[in-house]
Structure formats: C-alpha cells, structure tokens
C-alpha cells in the first residue's frame, strides 16, 4: 500500500518562497502520475500541477504557472513543488496525490488528474500561509 507523506509548509510572507516534498513508502513513484492538490478554508479543491510517471509534460494550472515548478526524483521516491513569489491566495492545505497510469503517463491523464483532483492514494497535507 502507498502512503504518502507532505513536507515543507509553513508560513511565509508575500513574495516568499517555500518547497513541499511528498515522500512515499510502500511502494515506488516511478508507476504513478503525482499531483499536489490545494485546497483553501471554504473552498474547491484545486489540481495547481501535476506530473506522469516519466518525463512528460507537466501540467499547471494558470494560477500558479510561472511561479511553481514540480519535479520527482524517483531515485528518492520524492515529488517536489517550489513555490515562488507566493501570494496571499496560495494560502491553503496542501496535498499530494498519487494516481496509477501506464508508463508514460499521457499528458491528458496528467491534466485530468489536476483538473478533476483525483488520485489512487493521498497524503494527509501540509499546510501553507502566505501572510505578513
């Protein structure tokens, strides 16, 4: 059974930068797409990037584009979200998600994933505020 573990949020002022880490056990990455899915107090879940389980194309969406970078090192059985120029809207719970796809992930597999939020496993989330 994969599980998944988030890392890496904390609070930061405007402009600021943080990096989440999701880090599995159980199983490997290298079969899954991974996603990191936010979701603010009163809100939708948002898919804000995802990624296959090769090196296809990843997706973000427009509120983030330009400003978050997601990678995987399956070496470390890690996916990575930096975070810059964060604003007071990226304020909220922020999850990992993984999704299993045959290899290569399709990068309509991949937008899907972050556009209707799903995942096979999730992790519990870690939480980002953006404040001064």
């Known amino acids: 059974q994969l599980q998944l573990v988030e890392s890496g949020g904390g609070l930061v002022p405007p402009g600021g930068s943080l990096r989440l880490s999701c880090t599995a056990s159980g199983s490997t990455l290298d079969s899954y797409a991974i996603g990191w899915i936010r979701q603010a107090p009163g809100e939708e879940r948002e898919g804000v990037s995802c990624?296959?389980?090769?090196?296809?194309?990843?997706y973000y969406s427009d509120s983030v584009k330009g400003r978050f970078t997601i990678s995987r090192d399956n070496a470390k059985n890690t996916v990575y979200l930096q975070m810059n120029s964060l604003k007071a809207e990226d304020t909220a719970v922020y999850y990992c998600?993984?999704?299993?796809?045959?290899?290569?992930?399709?990068?309509?597999?991949?937008?899907?994933?972050?556009?209707?939020?799903?995942?096979?496993?999730w992790g519990q989330g870690t939480q980002v505020t953006v404040s001064s």
């Open positions: 990624v296959g389980n090769s090196d296809g194309r990843p």
């Open positions: 998600a993984a999704l299993q796809t045959p290899s290569p992930s399709s990068d309509s597999t991949v937008q899907a994933m972050c556009l209707m939020t799903y995942g096979d496993f």
